[in-house]
């Protein structure tokens, strides 16, 4: 089990000026002379609950992502946000399929007497979102922070409507919390962001009960 620490800003920028947004990060980092690693890949993540929303009522989010042949499944609990920082329980699961094994997550994070079974029998893929996350992971006064910028869409099956991605997530892998804001006030300097309170998942499962 990890707990994700992070926090989450929307761009607030024009499209135009958001295709400038990695370089700047980029030339933020080099100029600071800040040890960084930087990646770009495509994300494909499938969100799954049943139709009553059996997952949503007990503040769980489950989803599949794939990365070319790779699957991992997840799923998130009850977590909190405050101040734009959001923190929550996951458990990561590599799976061979995009087919949900929920025996795979440790029993103590279901209800008692839950039937684990019967809720994987009734789930179904809700919603899904896809967008391409350029990451940079920096290294930086014995703090590890992930730094991401994705952009894509969540969109369901039962809506023809999608929202688009385009946030920033700086996520804590090692060290203290204030090297989050730290890192984001520095960011303010070269971008335009504004608090996103609201998770991916959250957004979708909004777009999926206004569908």
């Keep these: 089990m990890n ?3 992070e926090l989450k800003f929307l761009l607030s920028a024009t499209d135009i000026e958001n295709d400038r947004v990695a370089d700047k990060i980029t030339a933020m980092l080099k100029t600071q002379d800040i040890d960084f690693q930087y990646t770009e890949k495509l994300l494909a993540n ?45 458990y990561n699961v590599d799976i061979e399929s995009n087919h949900l094994a929920l025996a795979l997550f440790p029993v103590h994070i279901w209800p008692e007497n839950f039937d684990v079974n019967a809720l994987q029998q009734n789930l179904q893929v809700i919603f899904t979102t896809n967008f391409t996350r350029q990451a940079w992971l920096i290294n930086q006064d014995n703090n590890v922070i992930e730094l991401a910028l994705d952009r894509g869409t969540i969109s369901t099956s039962t809506c023809p409507k999608s929202i688009a991605i385009n946030e920033l997530e700086i996520e804590l892998v090692e060290g203290e919390q204030q090297a989050l804001f ?25 777009l999926y009960n206004n569908s």
Aim: charged content about 30%; overall charge positive.
């Design 46 to 90: 499938d969100y799954f609950d049943s139709n009553n929303l059996e997952l949503r009522k007990m503040d769980m989010g489950l989803r599949i992502r794939s990365q070319g042949h790779k699957y991992e499944q997840t799923i998130k609990t009850a977590g909190k946000v405050v101040d734009g920082l959001h923190s929550r329980p996951e």
């Design 182 to 206: 730290t890192l984001a006030e520095q960011l303010k300097t070269i971008v335009n962001i504004e608090p996103g309170n609201l998770s991916k998942a959250a957004r979708g499962y909004a």
């Design 3 to 5: 707990t994700e620490i």
